[in-house]
DNA sequence: GTCTATATTCAGATAGAC
DNA sequence: GTCTATCTGAATATAGAC
């Protein structure tokens, strides 16, 4: 590699520190002087990489609201059945948000600030065509006759709701359930056995 | 009535306008500038009555978290059958959020602060046993071989994801599916009947 | 590029008149 | 109780030396 042992230039040193501080603290309480004590430098260093905070906040909402919806597009469009892809899509969200938990919480929060209207613009460039084809593989099944007739908007929403609501509830959770960061940890693993067996068991005939 | 025409005292236009700013901003978006200006009067008597933006916060947090969970106690303590009282409830959860749709969000993104242990420690107290009782009900059932042998905490959330989650991913929605707010607003009552079939679906033997 | 020091702006909080 | 005016502190942003 000539690359070599400087993998972490300042800016990605910056853009690392940003990243915590912003998706764990929002935008409105993330402070400068937070993320440049992370990254080990001062604040004026950030304003010279990044000009604004509302600048660094967006590079790093861009990087990071792409993979609030991943794209599938791979397992839907394979020839497995439907109940497969369901059960790779849940493994692999619920796998991708246990890597980062804060995540949906972060994006959506965000996004439901209206100022910014550009947020949400970018978010609507980046719309892959997950939902086009996820919607195509549910109705041709329908039409197979294999899964009950059922709304794929609706269907596709259950999935998701499915897999991130509990970590955005998470605090409540741990409160109302009586259970500590690691027994929650285990659910979550639990549940993507437990969530796609609940969603095939609905839809199937 | 004695307690007359000024059903309105300033106490109660400023929680008005408090309950308003903190729920669509947050706790760190907010402004007592903008809370004063909704109630129609100015800063210094937000502090005059209130003392603080924290102080006054936490009011609004502890009348509105209260609601997340109502108490569905006595839903659950009917002799009717589980599956109409998951339909009640699911019913009346949903037709909580259509009338106060950012509430799910706001509580949550709350919680996830983890500054403010006082809040956690609210909730704690707040704690509603339907939660216990709900998972009486479903163990008896599971017993009884009315449903199928499920985690009755993993069903428990589950039903709450599926009433709450389409709220707070709205903008994501509305963007990924193409829809406006009226489409929005009527997948959401929709949603009432299609969530209570896919749960029962899943669950019954 | 990186730092220290400083300017600027903004928001929460208080003083004091009425 | 309610207001205007002001204070204080915090946070973003910039100037300028190295």
Redesign the pocket.
């Known amino acids: 590699m000539v690359n070599k042992i400087k993998d972490t230039t300042?800016e990605e040193k910056i853009l690392e520190a940003a990243r915590k501080v912003f998706i764990e603290r929002g935008l409105d309480g993330?402070?400068?002087?937070e993320i440049a004590d992370k990254a080990g430098?001062?604040?004026?260093?950030l304003?010279?990489y990044f000009?604004?905070?509302?600048k660094l906040f967006e590079v790093i909402f861009k990087e990071t609201a792409g993979n609030l919806f991943p794209k599938f597009e791979m397992i839907l469009n394979s020839d497995k059945p439907l109940f497969d892809k369901i059960d790779e899509i849940v493994s692999n969200y619920i796998d991708l948000i246990i890597k980062n938990p804060y995540l949906p919480l972060f994006v959506l929060s965000e996004m439901n600030k209206s100022r910014n209207l550009q947020l949400a613009n970018f978010f609507e460039m980046q719309r892959n065509k997950f939902v086009e084809k996820f919607v195509q593989n549910i109705e041709k099944e329908i039409k197979k006759g294999v899964i009950k007739k059922i709304s794929p908007a609706h269907l596709i929403i259950n999935i998701f709701s499915l897999c991130a609501f509990p970590f955005i509830a998470k605090p409540v959770i741990g409160i109302l359930l009586e259970i500590d960061d690691l027994q929650f940890k285990y659910m979550m693993e639990q549940r993507k056995k437990i969530v796609t067996d609940f969603i095939i068991a609905s839809i199937k005939k």
Do not use: F, G
């Open positions: 300042t993330a402070r400068m002087q430098i001062n604040k004026a260093l304003h010279y000009r604004s905070k509302d």
